[in-house]
């Protein structure tokens, strides 16, 4: 079977994650987080705490509803073919991509000014998580996980065009407010993971007929065993009967009557 048992964690995680983003969703509608507070504030030590905290704010339903699906989905794939490095995957993802964004000076790449940006969202996670997913299975080349591979370009391949400002696309009326910053950081984030931990977790498979010249003298030891504790198991098996002389006999007469 292609899945033979899924891991716990795979399905506690998305839960987990998709509830305090929507209890912090529900807090932002109570006034609790008002204006920047929780939020990626670039550069501004008042933002840090945001690497942490900004994953669970949306700004909209239309916002949460987009992040809640792909990382329910990203985080049962991640958890299911990679348990042993999940854990190491999501919390690295997470803060190193909330660093970067932090890093990453708010310029406006057209106008040159500098824009004081509240970021909140789960975006950058899910970009870390996509793109680990793709990459993992190309470093790694495994059949399992190449086929994971191929499932996230299938239906999240769209995620590249988020990694550029809006601009480039459309004739906007006023400035995007989709943080492109966080897409980038997400999915360079995600490639560098995958190409650090590509040795680590589950190892490539490789059958018996894979190894033309593989013996083991252990194993010949006991099949040797084996056949002298239990020869009964092998009357039944198909031997050449020894040749007899005499059922020959007329056969040679006749030759030397020739």
């Given amino acids: 079977m292609f899945i033979?048992?899924?891991?716990?964690?795979?399905?506690?995680?998305?839960?987990?994650?998709?509830?305090?983003?929507?209890?912090?969703?529900?807090?932002?509608?109570?006034?609790?987080?008002?204006?920047?507070?929780?939020?990626?504030?670039?550069?501004?030590?008042?933002?840090?705490?945001?690497?942490?905290?900004?994953?669970?704010?949306?700004?909209?339903?239309?916002?949460?509803?987009?992040?809640s699906v792909p990382i329910a989905v990203l985080l049962f794939l991640l958890y299911t073919f990679y348990p042993t490095i999940a854990d190491k995957i999501l919390i690295t993802g997470w803060i190193s991509t909330g660093l970067l964004v932090w890093l990453l000076p708010p310029i406006d790449i057209f106008t040159g000014q500098w824009n004081y940006a509240c970021i909140i969202g789960a975006s950058g996670i899910v970009y870390v998580l996509a793109f680990f997913l793709f990459f993992s299975g190309l470093f790694r080349w495994d059949m399992k996980l190449l086929t994971i591979s191929l499932l996230v370009a299938l239906y999240y391949g769209s995620l590249v065009w988020g990694m550029l400002p809006e601009e480039l696309f459309s004739n906007l009326q006023e400035p995007s407010r989709?943080?492109?910053?966080?897409?980038?950081?997400?999915?360079?984030?995600?490639?560098?993971?995958?190409?650090?931990?590509?040795?680590?977790?589950?190892?490539?498979?490789?059958?018996?007929?894979?190894?033309?010249?593989?013996?083991?003298?252990?194993?010949?030891?006991?099949?040797?065993?084996?056949?002298?504790?239990?020869?009964?198991?092998?009357?039944?098996?198909?031997?050449?009967?020894?040749?007899?002389?005499?059922?020959?006999?007329?056969?040679?007469?006749?030759?030397?009557?020739?």
């Fill in 4 to 67: 033979k048992t899924i891991n716990r964690k795979a399905l506690v995680a998305p839960i987990l994650i998709l509830a305090l983003m929507w209890i912090g969703y529900a807090l932002q509608n109570l006034g609790f987080f008002s204006n920047c507070t929780g939020a990626i504030i670039p550069l501004m030590p008042d933002g840090l705490l945001g690497i942490i905290t900004s994953p669970f704010l949306h700004g909209s339903l239309e916002h949460i509803f987009g992040n």
């Fill in 178 to 258: 989709i943080s492109w910053q966080s897409h980038l950081a997400g999915g360079l984030v995600g490639i560098i993971l995958a190409f650090l931990f590509r040795k680590i977790g589950e190892k490539k498979k490789k059958f018996i007929w894979e190894f033309p010249n593989y013996y083991s003298e252990k194993d010949d030891k006991m099949w040797q065993e084996y056949k002298e504790k239990f020869p009964d198991d092998f009357l039944e098996l198909p031997h050449k009967p020894k040749d007899n002389i005499w059922d020959y006999l007329d056969e040679i007469r006749r030759r030397e009557s020739n």
